[in-house]
């Protein structure tokens, strides 16, 4: 007869710590894995850096631009540039597209901050841009941050000029100032949402005037002259540019272990990573293996370059019409795991959690059977078999998982892309890292949970 603890061990769920069961072999691996993510999270510090940093270690791999109609055999591996915003990535399975393919979907979007169409003006003497906030940040979080700058100027004579400037050593930064505490009382009596408003998140970005003390606006002038000599560009191009203010700097390894990762951008940038390394080696697909960074999805995957943009179809679908194959079969046998990050729990915040079903550091990847929020709403919801079919993908091959739920039930919420990708009538889940201080300018993520995501999508992509 089984003894009490065999009988627990046989029936009872009792997830472990992935350090009680990595070995020595994987964890060197995982270190190595590791090294290469942070190299990608430094370079991709927008979905536009992200892509431009994905051609180019795609390229070295064999991968080639794909051209509509081109000739593709087993094997073949191709990438299709969505305007330098988004990204898709395939590489051809020995079976037919109307088997399906599998999917991974990430996001490279991140929170930040851009700059308003006419963002330069000054003010006291001091020259400002002035922004409007992209997905959801908490305000306060974002004042007395080191601050660069990245993004493309359309000028007007149609030509582009790229923008870099604060994350190299001996480059200029930039900052939002916050109000000293000796002044501070009236502000620290608000709520936290209400202490630091949007509108009130202007960049600090000179205070050296031009020479001539007649001259209007002679501060803000200062800046126009030093950017038209770098740049070449005038105030008029701001309203035909895209430029982002995201912190500076490079992530970094924390904690005496060095078990955690730093940075910024880890929402999704460590799920698209994950995809990334996952399709370059996955070893001979059966299944076309498709690996998606998509734009947009802190915004609702709105716009062209967005998982709700028809540019996945156009894709797919010229795919499946070099194989004789209708894309709704395709999409009908296709299976996607929809890769982003969930909320790892934190017991300095213990009460907005559901401790029985959070996700916990080092547990592994989260699988999130649902996202949403008061009640499931806006949630895919992925089904019993969806979600056993991963489940059994991963326990065969020793991959570390748990289940995610982003919290209690009416604390709060969220989405991702699932719901878009289960739109088109494809099995999607969620599933992801799970992340301290999501979308501050700084998130925190362990390395065991992200080399299992690396190792969710390998299987998923050679296997599911
Ligand atoms: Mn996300
Ligand atoms: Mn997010």
Redesign the pocket.
Known sequence: MATKNELAEKLLYQPKNGYDRLSAAEEQAMNAYCEDYKAFLDRGKTERLCVEYCVELAEKRGFKPYAAGMPLKAGDKVYCNNRGKGIMLAVIGTESLAHGANIGAA?TDSPRLDLKPRALYEDAEMAYFKTHHYGGIRKYQWVTVPLALHGVVMRADGSAVTVHIGEEAGEPQFIINDLLPHLGREQGKKPLNEAIPSESLNVLIGSRPIADEDVKNRFKLGVMQLLNEKYGITEEDFISAELEVVPAGKCSDVGFDRSFISGYGH??RVCAYAELAGIFDAEHPKKTAVCIFADK?EIGSEGVSGMQSEAFEWFMGDLCKGQGVDLRDCFAHSFCVSA??TAAYDPNFADVYDKKNAAFINYGVGLCKYTGSGGKGGASDASAEVVGKLRKLLNDNGVFWQMAELGKTDAGGGG?VAKYMAQRNIDTIDAGVPVLSMHAPRETVAKLDCYMTYKMMKVVFEQA
Request: aromatic share 0%.
């Open positions: 996001h929402d999704d999805e982003d990050v991702t």
